[in-house]
């Protein structure tokens, strides 16, 4: 616990304050997955048996992450609707998947996780986190001109978003660490403007996909007055 608390504290280049409370981990037998359910974090025990110290620091250090981030996010902008939520939650995920699958998806499913059907799945969602994500600035830009209803747009994000929005998150923050941005990146770790803006000033720099300037003026149409 102390280690992943260090290794947190290094990522993020601050140190963590004494009255900064983290859930108590529960290790239980569920599916191979850490959950962040209401009070505490959840943890299948076979996963942790797996995994050798530094993976299970690694891991854990994931957990508090989301764990610390929630003191910092805007509950006002992300609890206010679907698309919010999900926008904050690309960052979130993307974010933390940088403390324990730096390595790529497919060295952490394959070797650590051992699962290599999951590792196909999601090496293969990552490939197509940019296509996604071009969907998924599209499909919002409709809604913002009134083009479709909400439903219709929430109906597609939740396609489009797999994975708690994991795979498109750690696109971004794989791009925009690529470019030299990462510090920049973990100084505004709970405003989801500047992760997008972070990751098209990248995508400019060093090509990929781009995110369009209508998009762009959106989110921070929509964002401004939560954020400073
Ligand atoms: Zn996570």
Redo the contacts with the bound molecule.
């Keep these: 616990m102390k280690k992943a608390k260090h290794r947190l504290s290094s990522f993020l280049g601050m140190p963590i304050d004494s009255a900064t409370v983290f859930k108590p981990v529960y290790f239980l037998f569920i599916n191979a997955d850490g959950k962040d359910a209401g009070n505490a974090i959840f943890i299948d025990f076979n996963l942790i048996y797996k995994m050798n110290e530094e993976e299970r620091v690694n891991f854990l250090a994931?957990?508090f992450f989301?764990n610390l981030r929630e003191k910092y996010e805007n509950h006002g902008f992300n609890y206010t609707c679907d698309m919010n939520y999900t926008l904050d939650m690309i960052q979130n995920?993307g974010v933390?998947d940088m403390i324990d699958k730096a390595g790529g998806y497919e060295k952490y499913y394959s070797e650590t996780m051992e699962l290599p059907e999951l590792a196909e799945i999601m090496v293969a969602l990552y490939g197509q986190a940019p296509e996604d994500l071009g969907k998924l600035q599209n499909v919002i830009v409709k809604y913002s001109k009134d083009e479709i209803t909400e439903k219709e747009m929430v109906d597609t994000i939740i396609e489009l978003v797999k994975i708690n929005g994991h795979p498109i998150g750690f696109f971004m923050a794989n791009q925009i660490t690529k470019a030299g941005y990462k510090n920049e990146m973990i100084e505004t770790f709970y405003n989801p403007y500047k992760f997008y803006s972070l990751y098209n000033k990248a995508a400019k720099e060093q090509g990929g996909f781009r995110l369009s300037d209508e998009f762009m003026d959106y989110l921070k149409e929509i964002t401004k007055g939560y954020y400073h």
């Design positions: 994931h957990e989301h995920e933390a």
